[in-house]
């Protein structure tokens, strides 16, 4: 069983809506990351929160907006997406940033396609 | 530049042995992950190397060489269930970001 629960499993959105994905864990992790995957590619890192604060923003557009709300909890709002946005969504989290504590934790990934 | 460089594709046999080689080139070193990913699912990891040598942990080893940028990872006693892809990442200067190989597709044939 996953440590890191994503919410929902696969999102369905059309180009002019609003939605959110969501991200738990309990591990008493400090760092938390979103990362994009397209198929057959590696993750693609967006965006790194440490201790709750923004610390790394890959330039990502603007229509994803990330959220860290408590040291357990992380989203990603989503808004006006394009189709080349669908894709798997991965949450991560890790002890820390550095060496091995700096192993990360996926969550099961969220599955977007934009019409 | 930062660059990586492992295999696009394998394949072995059940119960044989494979070595997934890994050839990075970073702007300064922290360590390198191994992940496994089955298709459709997220990455789990499988080793983390930050000094030379070889880690072992059960079916599985890594080796890292830091001074030829080199790393493999050994997979004994295949299974069927070890289908999936291999991804290299090294840690480059940056403590938050791996930089992730292209991963390679490991097909296991009975």
């Known amino acids: 069983d996953t440590e890191v629960t994503q919410t929902p499993k696969h999102l369905v959105m059309g180009m002019t809506n609003k939605k959110s994905l969501k991200c738990e864990q309990h591990m008493g992790h400090r760092a938390m990351y979103w990362y994009k995957q397209k198929a057959k590619k590696p993750p693609e890192l967006m965006f790194v929160?440490?201790?709750?604060?923004?610390?790394i923003n890959e330039s990502v557009p603007s229509r994803f907006s990330p959220e860290c709300p408590n040291s357990s909890l992380l989203n990603l709002h989503l808004h006006a997406l394009q189709p080349e946005d669908s894709a798997l969504y991965l949450c991560?989290?890790?002890?820390?940033?550095?060496?091995?504590?700096?192993?990360?934790?996926f969550g099961e990934g969220s599955r977007l396609t934009v019409l | 530049g930062q660059n990586i460089d492992q295999p696009t594709e394998m394949t072995a046999t059940e119960g044989a042995i494979v070595q997934i080689n890994c050839t990075y080139q970073?702007?300064?070193?922290?360590?390198l992950f191994w992940y496994q990913q089955h298709a459709g699912e997220a990455p789990t990891f499988l080793s983390y190397?930050?000094l030379d040598g070889l880690e072992e942990k059960g079916r599985f080893s890594s080796f890292l060489s830091r001074s030829k940028g080199y790393s493999y990872l050994l997979l004994k006693e295949l299974q069927m269930k070890d289908s999936a892809s291999y991804l290299c990442?090294?840690?480059?200067?940056?403590?938050?970001?791996?930089?992730w190989g292209a991963g390679t597709k490991l097909i296991i044939k009975p």
């Open positions: 929160y440490s201790y709750e604060k923004l610390s």
């Open positions: 991560a989290s890790s002890q820390s940033v550095s060496g091995m504590a700096g192993e990360l934790f």
């Open positions: 970073t702007s300064g070193f922290n360590g």
């Open positions: 990442a090294p840690k480059g200067d940056s403590n938050y970001q791996l930089i």
């Open positions: 190397n930050v």
